[in-house]
């Protein structure tokens, strides 16, 4: 444990970005190894490297539990349309900020809850799937669609 501490604690702290989970994920990280250690295969890699994968498991596992309850629609686009929203703390100057906004508002209600789920509040199409009682496939048709009218509408060049 001595050995692996600090490159575990600091791959949960790189995935959990606070201290105390990711203090909590290395202890979880630790103990899950502990209780299939008989799972190691020394010819699929090193020691380090299974440890580190089950502390990034963890770590992602630990992610999901802190995420916020899921969000009506309606307030989704209250934030989205609303000049005050948090856009340009993500680096979108103020006029990109607004045209994104106007062209969310422009999405059928499907796309623009699965676009804005994802890309805003970090959900996943299984995720996404679940809250809405609707295939994965679909979901996934969904934000595709909804990116692609996005970037034809705000014309936006492939870097």
Avoid: C
């Avoid at 290395?26 to 899950?32: E, G, I, N, P, T």
């Avoid at 299974?50 to 009506?72: M, Q, T």
């Avoid at 508002?105 to 890309?119: G, I, K, N, V």
């Avoid at 496939?137 to 692609?148: D, E, Y």
Wanted: charged fraction near 30%.
């Amino acid at each position: 444990m001595r050995r692996f501490q600090s490159r575990v604690f600091g791959l949960a702290l790189t995935v959990l970005g606070d201290r105390g989970e990711a203090e909590e994920a290395a202890q979880d990280a630790f103990l899950r190894a502990w209780r299939h250690a008989d799972a190691y295969d020394p010819r699929r890699g090193s020691v380090a490297t299974w440890l580190l994968v089950i502390a990034r498991n963890v770590a992602i596992d630990h992610s999901r539990v802190r995420r916020s309850d899921p969000v009506d629609p309606s307030v989704l686009m209250g934030e989205a349309a609303d000049p005050g929203a948090p856009l340009e703390e993500r680096g979108i100057a103020a006029e990109d900020a607004q045209r994104l906004r106007a062209a969310i508002a422009t999405l059928p209600a499907e796309q623009r809850r699965a676009l804005l789920l994802a890309a805003f509040f970090g959900r996943t199409a299984r995720e996404i799937g679940e809250l809405d009682g609707t295939p994965i496939g679909t979901v996934k048709t969904r934000i595709r669609t909804a990116m692609l009218k996005l970037h034809g509408m705000l014309e936006v060049r492939d870097a």
